[in-house]
Structures are given as structure tokens and as C-alpha cells.
């Protein structure tokens, strides 16, 4: 019994003795705090992989994964479902809620749907007669009414799936809506009060103007909201959004001066300069795993910065398959462009015909407005060994010509960001840009082995075709050119470092 007794003696020594050397160890072990995470919702009207017709669809597909990878944010993704999203990828949305959408005396039917896709959560809002449309994903007679359903079906997603944001992060004119719904109809249900709001301006032109007519009918907005919406006696959903929104941020530092000023404000100035207290700007980055030239599946030779070497069998293979004399040594200047006016595309008009008497080869990828389709086309047919356009939007010709060319031209009249020079100058590319929003912020003119491209100010034919023979001048210095190439290469576009600004400013 006695021996018992010390048995059990000796284990509650144990017992104190371990308790003291843990409390006396407590000290030196880390802290194990379980941080919450906030929530972010991204409100777009298109998102790269699903659905894609310019450069907002790749800041939707890149910069909320950015997000996620950072850790602080859960990231949500709200896009129309669309019946031009490819079957590959709507087999694997699975449905998660439906409910009926007031929108004025309306009452439609939303289904939503949900998928994660690099760790983010995208919402994908049904509704067959506003989204199963033929042809283009914009320009119906309805727009305003298809957005207007969407905003506010994405908000009514928010609610019904209880997703607590903390911010919500809408983008251009098409989800300005949700901005003025939440914070001037929905701001006295306590699952929006604490929500702060950010629109983020893609491209100042296309603004949702629409007649006053469709202020309760159309949009069913509240009639205390008028003096926001109203503009030039018509509503103006990117204004209302610029006025009621936490904070504006638009896609370079640069354009956000820009907007200030009415040559690029489309009429905004004012309301710009207004609120230029809560505006910033903030320079897109591009997927450094979607556009590596290491891994890129369309090209025919991978390549690195650090050995460039398979750059030259992409040019040939470029030159072979446009039908172009395959000469290592003739320089091949690119545009992969939308065919319209504030691309620049009237500069180059003006004179590439002048560009081709020289040894060169010029490549255009690109639609648009059917006059330049057609200048292109016919600068084509004059010119048959050295220059060829492809009137088509063709993601694998494009990444063949960001990887096959030696010098990427980009002449914007205006450009809030710009992608394309990025992602040229990261497949080798050189870019020659005017100096104007994002092209200003992202490529520096080259000197003294300083600086990624070439670049020109004002939008003057002349002033571009002087730069882009200097560019092709250098081309001639092979030694130079390595090292031209070099700082394009290895200039940084990812989002490693503009995801966090972002979240800066949803901190702020
Ligand atoms: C718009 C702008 C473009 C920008 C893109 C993504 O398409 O015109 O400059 O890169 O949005 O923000």
C-alpha cells in the first residue's frame, strides 16, 4: 500500500515538475494568434479565364488571386454567367442559390452559381434573359438595364450567402450601380452598414450615360440619390459611383492625373478634382504564370532572361508562318491592338507607309473599326514581304507575335494602364510607347543602359517614327540591344507588389 501511495507520489512529482519546466519553456514558444481573415468582393463585368474582351477581364482573372496569395483577404469574384462562357468551364460551376431580383417594378429571376478558381471564389450570376445573348457580351439595346439587374443581384448574392465583406471593389461603369444601390438604398440593412466601397475606373470614356426617363423606371433608383446620379440633366452611373464610392482608384498613377485634366476626363474633370481627395492610382500588374515565356505553351522555343537564346526560333517560326522572309537580322515591329482612334492607330497611319521603305518587317494583330481594318489590310497587299495584318483576336497569334518580335509599338492617344507592353517587354519585346497613362508609369525610355524602351510625348506621327527609328537603330547594336532586352525582361510587372497597394488602400 505504502509503495503505492510513493508510486503515486512519485508521478505527481512528475506531474509538478513537467508542469513547472512547461510553464518555465511557456516563454520561449511562439505565440499562436488565429488572425481572421477580411473579406474582399471584386463586382466586374468580365473575368479572364471565362469570359474576356479586354484588359479589365485580366485584372479580374490576376489581381484577386494576387490577393489571395498575400493571406489577408478571402476574395470573391461576382462576373454575369454568360452564355459565352465555354462549356469546359460552366460543367464545373455547381448551383448555390436563386431568388428574384427587384429591379424598379421588375422582379427577375437570379440563379447563382459558384466555382473556386485559384483560390478564389467566383460567382457567376444567371439570368438567362439578360445574359444568353447572341454575338458580343456589350453593346444591346439594354445595357443599362442588364448591368443594373447584375449590380444588384450581386449584392442581393452578398446578403443571401452571407459573405460579410469588408470591402466591396466594383469596377467601370457597368457595376457603378452596385455603388449607388449600397450605399444609398441598402445602407440601412446591417449586413451592408459596415461595408466600404471602392470603384476602380478601367477607362474614363465609357461612363453609363442615360436619360432621366430611366431614373425610377429603368434603374428604380431612390429619388433623395438625384443630385449624385444626375449629370448634365441625364444619369451618369461613373459619376454617381465617383461620388458615393469610399475611395476611387484607377489603374495608373499616372492616368490618375490624367483624369483631372478634360483632354482625358471625357467631361469628368470637375467631378474628379472634387473628389481627387479619396482618388489613387495604382498600376496593373500581369500573371507571371499565364504570361512566362519559360512554360509558354503556344511558342515553339521557350526562353529566359537569363538565356534569351530560343527568342530567335520564335522569330522564325513568326516569319514562317506569316508568310514574311525569314531574315534573323530585319527587325519585326508589332501592335497587338483594338483598331480604334485612342489606341493611336491614326498616328501609324499617318506614317507607316514612310516606315516601310526602310529594312523592316511590321506585323498588326487586331479588330476594330472597319476603316483601319481595311488602311491595314491594304498597307498588306502594297507591301507583301514586310508587312501583314491579321484581322482576327487570336490569343495564340498573339503570344507567337509577343515572343517572335523584336519591337512592340503602342502610340496610345490614351491608355489608363496598358497591358500588352508589359507583357511584350516580359516575352523580350521592346516597347515603343507614347508617354501617356499606364505606358508612362511602366516603360522608361532607354539611356545609358538605363531604361526598358522607347518613348515619345506628344502624339505626333513624327515624334513617334523619329523614336521608332532610334529604336530600330539600336536593334542594329547587337550588344546594346542584349541589354535593352535585358531590362525589359526583368523589369517587374507581376502583382507581387501592386496586390498589396491595393490592400493598402482597403486598409486606409
Ligand atoms: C482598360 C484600359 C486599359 C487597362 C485595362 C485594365 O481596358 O483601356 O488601359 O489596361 O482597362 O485596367
Known amino acids: 500500500m505504502a509503495k503505492k501511495t510513493q508510486t503515486v507520489v512519485n508521478a505527481e512529482e512528475k506531474q509538478v515538475k513537467a508542469t513547472v519546466k512547461q510553464k518555465e519553456n511557456k516563454p520561449h514558444l511562439p505565440k499562436v494568434t488565429v488572425k481572421k481573415k477580411k473579406s474582399v468582393v471584386f463586382i466586374g463585368s468580365e473575368s479572364a479565364p471565362f469570359i474576356a474582351t479586354g484588359g479589365l477581364a485580366d485584372v479580374m482573372g490576376s489581381l484577386p488571386k494576387a490577393i489571395v496569395a ?7 469574384c461576382f462576373i454575369p454567367m454568360y452564355s459565352q462562357i465555354k462549356q469546359e468551364y460552366r460543367e464545373k460551376f455547381e448551383f448555390v442559390t436563386s431568388f428574384y431580383v427587384n429591379l424598379a417594378w421588375r422582379k427577375q429571376y437570379c440563379g447563382v452559381f459558384k466555382y473556386v478558381y485559384e483560390g478564389v471564389n467566383y460567382f457567376f450570376i444567371d439570368n438567362e434573359y439578360y445574359f444568353a445573348r447572341e454575338g458580343k457580351i456589350y453593346g444591346h439595346y439594354d445595357d443599362g438595364e442588364r448591368f443594373a439587374f447584375f449590380s444588384k443581384a450581386c449584392l442581393d448574392a452578398i446578403s443571401a450567402l452571407n459573405i460579410n465583406p469588408d470591402i466591396v471593389n466594383c469596377n467601370d461603369w457597368q457595376t457603378a450601380p452596385a ?77 490618375a492625373e490624367e483624369i483631372k485634366n478634360s483632354f482625358y476626363a471625357h467631361g469628368l474633370e470637375d467631378i474628379i478634382a472634387k473628389n481627387s481627395y479619396k482618388l489613387c492610382g495604382i498600376l496593373n500588374g500581369i500573371d507571371y504564370d499565364y504570361y512566362n515565356p519559360s512554360t509558354d505553351t503556344h511558342i515553339i522555343k521557350n526562353y529566359s532572361a537569363d538565356d534569351v537564346s530560343g527568342k530567335a526560333e520564335c522569330k522564325l517560326a513568326l516569319q514562317k508562318l506569316l508568310g514574311l522572309p525569314e531574315k534573323s537580322d530585319v527587325p519585326i515591329v508589332s501592335m497587338i491592338t483594338r483598331l480604334v482612334s485612342h489606341k493611336g492607330v491614326d498616328l501609324v497611319k499617318q506614317v507607316i507607309e514612310q516606315f516601310m521603305t526602310e529594312d523592316v518587317q511590321f506585323v498588326v494583330l487586331g479588330t476594330g473599326d472597319a476603316s483601319y481594318e481595311d488602311y491595314f489590310k491594304y498597307v498588306a497587299g502594297l507591301y507583301p514581304n514586310k508587312c501583314k495584318a491579321v484581322i482576327a483576336f487570336n490569343q495564340d497569334l498573339s503570344r507567337k507575335i509577343y515572343a517572335g518580335s523584336d519591337i512592340f509599338l503602342m502610340p496610345s492617344k490614351m491608355e489608363p494602364c496598358g497591358l500588352s507592353q508589359m507583357i511584350a517587354s516580359r516575352y523580350g519585346t521592346v516597347s515603343v510607347v507614347r508617354e501617356t497613362g499606364g505606358l508612362n508609369d511602366s516603360i522608361k525610355a532607354y539611356y545609358d543602359g538605363q531604361g526598358n524602351g522607347f518613348t515619345f510625348r506628344d502624339y505626333n506621327p513624327y515624334d513617334m517614327l523619329y523614336v521608332l527609328r532610334s529604336a530600330v537603330n539600336t536593334y542594329k547594336n547587337s550588344k546594346v540591344w542584349a541589354n535593352v532586352v535585358k531590362n525589359a525582361m526583368t523589369s517587374d510587372f507581376s502583382w507581387d507588389y501592386q496586390a498589396k497597394k491595393y490592400e493598402d488602400l482597403y486598409e486606409n
Open 70 to 76: 498575400n493571406g489577408n483577404y478571402d476574395v470573391s
Open 179 to 255: 455603388i449607388i444601390y449600397l450605399k444609398g438604398m441598402y445602407y440601412g440593412d446591417y449586413k451592408f452598414k459596415k461595408i466600404k466601397t471602392v470603384f476602380t475606373i478601367h477607362n474614363i470614356e465609357y461612363q453609363g450615360w442615360y436619360g432621366m426617363n430611366c431614373y425610377e423606371d429603368l434603374f428604380g433608383f431612390d429619388g433623395s440619390l438625384y443630385s449624385y446620379i444626375e449629370f448634365k440633366d441625364c444619369i451618369n452611373l461613373m459619376k454617381a459611383a465617383i461620388e458615393m464610392s469610399d475611395k476611387v482608384s484607377t489603374v495608373s498613377p499616372t492616368y
